[in-house]
């Protein structure tokens, strides 16, 4: 029996495990401001993460992304160690969409100048 290949719009699927299993925790700690967060918070935000990658809404999911680093980027010091694993999980998700067909579509702002 064949599977069924992956539509071309939801080949991004493909890069959600890692963001998907450690932004959650990340997101919490950014938004109570505690380390380790609460672990409601952190269920309330596994769960959101997994509608977006149920839904297949790739627009959704990056709106997401760029919520979290936004959160990052507001962050006190003390919540270096989430703000950095954040950029660092966001950057290596970029980098891994900028290989998926059609990416220069996507985005645009990506472009290599010459």
Wanted: glycine share 4%; proline share 8%; charged share 30%.
């Amino acid at each position: 029996m064949a599977l069924p290949a992956l539509r071309s719009d939801d080949r991004w699927l493909s890069l959600t495990p890692e963001p998907e299993r450690l932004l959650p925790a990340a997101r919490a700690a950014l938004r109570s401001g505690l380390a380790p967060p609460p672990r409601e918070l952190v269920e309330r935000e596994q769960a959101a993460a997994a509608r977006l990658v149920v839904g297949a809404r790739r627009a959704r999911w990056e709106a997401w992304l760029r919520e979290t680093v936004a959160l990052a980027e507001r962050a006190n010091g003390d919540m270096a160690a989430a703000s950095e694993l954040v950029r660092d999980v966001v950057a290596n998700h970029d980098a891994l969409a900028l290989g998926l067909p059609g990416a220069e579509r996507l985005h645009p702002r990506r472009k290599e100048t010459r």
